[in-house]
């Protein structure tokens, strides 16, 4: 079975901070992906990566980076934290043909900015 | 008109009876759709994937497509507890815009509760 792994399931910071998220996968996928889950919002799309170095911008890329410097890891940055980045954090990866197969989502990052 | 729109919920299945869970998509183009199962606190897992018009069935699972009114839904027979989640589907994006066809756009979700 594909693992996509986030580092850390729940994350306090506080405002102002630098924040990264990390996400590993293991099977060689070449798309990853990094969604934002609220409540009555669903999931929102922030950034997706098809390539090593590689990477696209989301529906809400606003306030955040992404850096993929290898296949396997796909990281979010927060460049500075804010309490509306409260939110559940997914990373998901995907082959090539997303359409064909889907996604495989990470346990989720729960991230509250005070 | 959103892209993928599903009934919020919540709704609400005595056990033991089908659970009907309904979707649907504003684009013609869309050739393939997923389902997903997510627990409270929990993250997606996918259940089911449909491509072609008509039913596909997975154990107590059926997913039926009828692209012509571009509507999807999933059945869950025998309703157990264990299936009280929020149920996702998700449609890819189209082929032209840019790795269009790579993304997934999710509808928000239908909270099911079977009651023992």
């Known amino acids: 079975d594909v693992k996509v792994t986030q580092s850390s399931r729940y994350l306090v910071k506080r405002t102002g901070e630098k924040v990264f998220l990390e996400c590993v996968q293991d099977?060689?996928?070449?798309?990853m992906f990094w969604y934002r889950q609220d409540p009555g919002l669903g999931l929102r799309l922030i950034y997706f990566?098809?390539?090593?170095?590689?990477?696209e911008k989301g529906d809400i890329p606003e306030g955040y980076s992404v850096s993929r410097e290898k296949k396997e890891r796909f990281s979010l940055i927060l460049e500075s934290a804010s309490t509306n980045q409260t939110s559940m954090y997914l990373c998901?990866?995907?082959?090539?043909?997303?359409?064909?197969?889907?996604?495989?989502f990470g346990s989720g990052t729960r991230l509250t900015v005070v | 008109q959103k892209e993928v729109e599903q009934n919020s919920g919540p709704l609400s299945v005595p056990e033991g009876a089908i659970a009907s869970l309904n979707c649907t998509y504003s684009?013609?183009?869309?050739?393939?759709f997923f389902w997903y199962r997510q627990y409270s606190g929990k993250s997606p897992e996918l259940i089911m994937s449909?491509?072609?018009?008509g039913d596909k069935e997975d154990g107590r699972f059926t997913a039926q497509l009828n692209k012509a009114s571009q509507y999807v839904s999933l059945l869950i027979r025998d309703s157990q507890p264990s299936d009280s989640a929020t149920y996702l589907c998700?449609?890819?994006?189209?082929?032209?815009?840019?790795?269009?066809?790579?993304?997934?756009?999710f509808g928000t979700g239908t909270r099911l509760t079977i009651i023992p």
């Open positions: 998901a990866s995907s082959l090539y043909g997303t359409g064909t197969f889907g996604y495989t």
């Open positions: 990566s098809y390539d090593v170095k590689m990477k």
């Open positions: 099977m060689d996928h070449e798309n």
């Open positions: 449909i491509y072609s018009n």
């Open positions: 684009d013609r183009g869309s050739q393939s």
């Open positions: 998700a449609v890819p994006g189209s082929f032209i815009s840019n790795f269009g066809n790579e993304k997934l756009t």
